[in-house]
């Protein structure tokens, strides 16, 4: 299955874990986009801008193909559904766990056999309100941490704790629901966890980075299913 357009991303976190690098403005110019749901195309129509339509299209197509080869199957056959707190699965249950991101024209694929799995990617650039964004969604320590970071490493370490922060929400599978402030994930990609107040809970998460291509940061988070329960059953009585 790989292709100049689809790579595996290595990895030193386990034979139970595959991701994969996607350029999805070459993706979408050379593979026919066939076999998506009609969901997956009226969002596409949603969008204002072609390119970000073909985008989506391109990464939702990549993750199909991705699936049907891990379940030997055909990309048609693949039914994709949300639970009830609005996180990707598989339909019918069983299979893999699977996670997708992307940023601009890089998508970022994971899947896991065992284990709840969560992905996030950005590409670097400047961020004109990172210091409101910083304010409002990042820990005291992670503001701090942050605000230490040097002029010119000022944007990859506001980057870097997103993509930690991100990921470990959409590894819970809660959505919206939780606030970012709730993960402590700090900038330090070094530092291979985070701490997540659930309640009067305190659960501590595994977060790593991933060396996806140059100019883009991204994280993987995985929890034990007794986090992801705890998690979501807090939530889902909110």
Not at 132 to 153: C, I, K, Q, V
Not at 169 to 198: D, Q, R, W
Request: net charge negative; proline share 4%.
């Amino acid at each position: 299955m790989p292709s100049v357009h689809i790579q595996p991303v290595p990895h030193e976190l386990g034979v139970n874990l595959e991701f994969w690098r996607l350029d999805l403005d070459g993706y979408a110019a050379s593979v026919s986009l066939d076999g998506l749901s009609v969901h997956e195309h009226e969002r596409a129509a949603r969008m204002v801008f072609t390119r970000d339509s073909r985008r989506y299209l391109a990464c939702r197509h990549a993750l199909r193909r991705v699936l049907a080869d891990a379940l030997d199957c055909s990309i048609q056959s693949i039914v994709i559904e949300v639970d009830e707190m609005g996180k990707p699965r598989l339909g019918g249950g069983g299979g893999p766990q699977f996670n997708v991101t992307h940023s601009a024209h890089v998508g970022l694929i994971a899947l896991s056999r065992f284990a709840p799995i969560g992905v996030d990617i950005e590409v670097v650039r400047s961020i004109v309100d990172a210091d409101m964004l910083a304010r409002t969604h990042f820990t005291d320590d992670e503001f701090a941490e942050w605000s230490r970071a040097s002029e010119p490493l000022r944007d990859q370490a506001f980057l870097g704790c997103w993509t930690r922060k991100e990921a470990c929400l959409k590894m819970l599978g809660v959505g919206l629901s939780a606030p970012l402030t709730t993960v402590n994930a700090g900038c330090n990609p070094h530092v291979h966890y985070a701490a997540m107040s659930i309640g009067e809970h305190r659960c501590i998460l595994n977060v790593y980075p991933l060396e996806i291509s140059s100019g883009t940061v991204a994280a993987v988070a995985l929890a034990g299913h007794e986090a992801v329960t705890l998690a979501r059953h807090f939530y889902q009585k909110l």
